[in-house]
């Protein structure tokens, strides 16, 4: 229903969650029993239109916030349309989601904490109560083992559970808004289909992105050749999942498994001998995994 109103309000845009300030006035309107909400410019509606909408859906608090101007610009640029940052083309950033669990967070408390943990200067940009995006630029600061450290350290220190997604290394460039939804929808899905160590990435996303997407028949076809060995044993099962997920390095798959590399190895030894597949090839250990996506899925479905 929502989609409907796009052809007729120029401007208007669909989100998932909280539409952010921006410079331009929106009318916002909240449809729950689709969880989406619609942005219309004050200027593309009538007030007989308002209250027409009004009946129809609940009309959200319009937000507000003064920001500095670099801040403003870029969240322009992010979220509505806006121009390039003057004088960034092509420079490369990288773009950190934040989520932190509950509700009332302290926003100059947790930024300021953000920013403790990175050498270089950063911006950070809040979307709704909640969520906090970091744009970085230069040269990486910290790497995924440090940002998952992040993620301990907001919950051990401030009691907040908090999940990370970190983006690629991208260009500014008029690509990156759509890059960037992108990687919020990566982060969406992997919310609700990934346990999660503390951080998502691209890399860490996809595989599980795809096994979602594959048609019925080649699900299937894969789930035919290995689901019943996942079944038989489920320890195997997981062992097979962690070994694959940490790079078939047996010792670090061991340690994040707790338990001992002999065991693993004889549980990797015994999905060989069950299906004929040995994961020391890549091909082989791509497939495998693929299988167990799918396998993890269904299971969390039934």
């Known amino acids: 229903m929502l989609e409907k ?3 007729l309000y120029p401007g208007a845009f669909i989100t998932d969650r909280p539409p952010i300030p921006g410079q331009e006035k929106f009318h916002i309107f909240h449809n729950e029993a689709e969880r989406k909400w619609i942005s219309i410019p004050e200027k593309s509606i009538s007030q007989k239109e308002v209250d027409l909408l009004r009946a129809i859906y609940v009309q959200a608090e319009v937000p507000s916030e003064k920001l500095p101007p670099l801040l403003q610009q870029w969240k322009e640029y992010l979220f509505y349309g806006g121009k ?6 092509e420079e490369a950033v990288r773009l950190i989601q934040f989520e932190f669990l509950g509700e009332n967070h302290d926003h100059e408390e947790l930024e300021m904490a953000i920013k403790g943990f990175f050498s270089e200067d950063i911006l950070v940009l809040w979307e709704g109560s909640g969520r906090a995006l970091v744009v970085e630029r230069g040269e990486y600061s910290l790497d995924e083992r440090d940002l998952a450290s992040m ?3 907001f919950e051990s220190d401030f009691y907040i559970k908090t999940r990370i997604y970190i983006g690629r290394r991208l260009p500014v460039s008029d690509a990156l808004p759509s890059q960037f939804r992108e990687e919020q929808n990566y982060f969406d899905f992997a919310k609700k289909n990934i346990s999660s160590e503390g951080y998502y990435t691209f890399e860490k996303v996809f595989p599980a992105y795809v096994s979602s997407l594959l048609p019925r028949p080649l ?5 035919a050749v290995f689901a019943e060995a996942f079944r038989s044993d489920d320890e195997m099962f997981t062992t097979v999942k962690g070994f694959l997920e940490n790079g078939s390095n047996a010792s670090l798959a061991a340690k994040k498994l707790y338990i001992h590399r002999n065991t693993l190895q004889y549980r990797v030894d015994k999905f060989t001998d069950k299906t004929g597949v040995s994961l020391k090839d890549f091909n082989s250990a791509f497939t495998v995994y693929l299988a167990c996506l799918l396998y993890d899925r269904d299971r969390g479905t039934n």
């Open 84 to 89: 390039v940052p003057a004088g960034l083309e």
């Open 5 to 7: 109103l796009l052809a």
């Open 219 to 223: 699900a299937e076809a894969l789930n």
């Open 151 to 153: 993620a301990d350290a």
